[in-house]
């Protein structure tokens, strides 16, 4: 069974701080990864996609990826009341196949 | 990034009846489109893959005849909810990919189904 690990939380930072969300997935062999933010009531929104190993920086997002490991991360800088959503990790063991999400993690943001 | 769009994006109805979701790429050819649901407070949940002129392939404990899936073109799938009973009132979300070895998934915005 593939799967793909989160903390569901809730992860409650001050604004201003560093968020750190972290995942693990079981499939050695998956090559492309993602994070997705889903506020309530909506659906996923793409945030990022890493498919190497080390980081990747987007504004105030960095996604790590350490396949080694079969660790992905978001660091989310300057966390501001808007980035309180669950935020969805992504694993794509195939080319053509679903992606597995994890359950996701929510994040509050405390102004 | 890549649009998808969904119409519509609610929709009420009596139980019996049947529904039909679109799901459209706008800016790209999507050789996959995925449906998903989401009931409230809960994580999705794949429903089905389909891939332009072939029959969709449905998660274990999905009923076909039930949740009937078209994807005649590159940039349109339909979900069909058959006789729809108010436990069907969900979230129902598409996602599409253009293929390729990034696959990256883009979501629509969803349609919120009730069933009354």
């Known amino acids: 069974q593939k799967e793909v690990e989160q903390n569901s939380g809730p992860l409650s930072v001050p604004e201003g701080a560093i968020a750190s969300l972290n995942c693990t997935y079981s499939d050695r062999g998956s090559q492309s990864f993602f994070w997705y933010r889903q506020y309530s009531g909506k659906s996923p929104e793409l945030i990022m996609s890493?498919?190497?190993?080390g980081d990747k920086e987007d504004g105030r997002f960095t996604a790590q990826l350490n396949k080694a490991s079969q660790y992905v991360s978001l660091l989310i800088r300057d966390s501001q009341p808007s980035d309180s959503a669950t935020y969805l990790c992504a694993v794509n063991p195939q080319a053509g196949t679903a992606l597995i999400f994890g359950k996701g993690t929510t994040l509050s943001v405390s102004s | 990034g890549a649009v998808v769009s969904q119409h519509p994006s609610w929709v009420i109805c009596k139980s019996g009846t049947s529904v039909k979701i679109e799901c459209r790429s706008l800016?790209?050819?999507?050789?996959?489109m995925f449906w998903y649901r989401q009931f409230p407070k809960q994580s999705l949940m794949l429903m089905a893959t389909?891939?332009?002129?072939?029959?969709?392939?449905?998660e274990q404990g999905v009923e076909k005849d039930k949740f009937l899936i078209n994807h005649a073109s590159l940039t349109l799938s339909t979900l069909t909810v058959t006789s729809a009973h108010p436990e069907d009132s969900s979230f129902y979300i598409c996602?599409?990919?253009?293929?390729?070895?990034?696959?990256?998934?883009?979501f629509g915005p969803g349609t919120r189904l009730t069933v009354l």
């Open positions: 800016d790209f050819q999507a050789t996959t």
């Open positions: 389909s891939n332009e002129g072939s029959k969709a392939t449905y």
């Open positions: 996602s599409a990919t253009s293929g390729g070895s990034t696959d990256t998934q883009y």
């Open positions: 890493i498919y190497s190993n």
